[in-house]
């Protein structure tokens, strides 16, 4: 069964850093997500994808913040400079055209001291 | 906000019983979806009920929804071991296909 992957599994930075998180979607898929959750907490909505612009992003999407479609597989999260309240599991996600589903990848847990 | 809540909290019981999670949330929707997450792990697809739907079954699994009360429950029917998770509703609204808003989730504790 088609599933999202997402490496690394868990990343650990010094805080400033730059970190890439890379998604690959189920590969028919054309709505992009990514979502984070801080331990404990709900699982929060970072940022939509589609057609390779952002289609929607929250307030918490700010411009250490991008996101990228380098090639036909790869979805990509980048955290310009780390801060110690970045640390959560990131989570990516994909949806079909015409489904209402969205399919989350195993996540990474991204820690910054 | 839209964010759906989740109660109880914590549940905790014996294998072989059967489980109830509700969920609320605040504005209309499009959908609710379930969602479960083991300790640290990703998220796992169990059901979408749509909004004109009151309730569906997947196995031992059967969700009901209403939109009245913008509410809906999971009943997971003779639970075991394995069903020791954290159980989430993920709402998206009519207007907006983009998001889901995830409750805060229930984590169930089914003891063998």
């Known amino acids: 069964e088609p599933e999202v992957t997402q490496t690394p599994s868990h990343q650990v930075t010094q805080m400033g850093q730059e970190v890439i998180l890379r998604c690959v979607p189920i590969?028919?898929?054309?709505?992009f997500y990514w979502y984070r959750q801080i331990l404990g907490q709900k699982v929060e909505f970072l940022v939509s994808?589609?057609?390779?612009?952002?289609?929607?992003k929250s307030e918490i999407f700010d411009d250490q913040f991008s996101v990228e479609r380098p090639d036909g597989s790869n979805f990509t999260l980048k955290i310009r400079s780390t801060k110690l309240e970045d640390s959560a599991m990131y989570f990516c996600?994909?949806?079909?055209?015409?489904?209402?589903?969205?399919?989350f990848g195993p996540g990474t847990r991204l820690t910054v001291l | 906000s839209q964010q759906g809540e989740e109660d109880p909290q914590a549940l905790s019981i014996q294998e072989g019983e059967n489980a109830t999670m509700n969920c609320s949330y605040k504005?209309?929707?499009?959908?609710l979806q379930w969602y479960r997450q083991n300790s640290g792990r990703g998220l796992v697809h169990l059901i979408l009920?749509?909004?004109?739907?009151r309730e569906k079954h997947s196995g031992r699994l059967r969700v009901t929804l209403d939109t009245s009360k913008k509410s809906s429950s999971l009943l997971i029917t003779a639970s075991r071991a394995a069903d020791t998770a954290s159980y989430f509703c993920?709402?998206?609204?009519?207007?907006?296909?983009?998001?889901?808003?995830f409750g805060s989730g229930t984590k169930l504790n089914v003891k063998p």
């Open positions: 996600a994909s949806r079909g055209t015409g489904g209402d589903t969205q399919y």
């Open positions: 590969s028919n898929h054309l709505y």
């Open positions: 994808f589609y057609n390779n612009e952002i289609s929607e």
């Open positions: 504005t209309s929707i499009n959908n």
């Open positions: 009920i749509r909004s004109n739907e």
């Open positions: 993920a709402t998206d609204r009519r207007d907006n296909f983009n998001k889901f808003y």
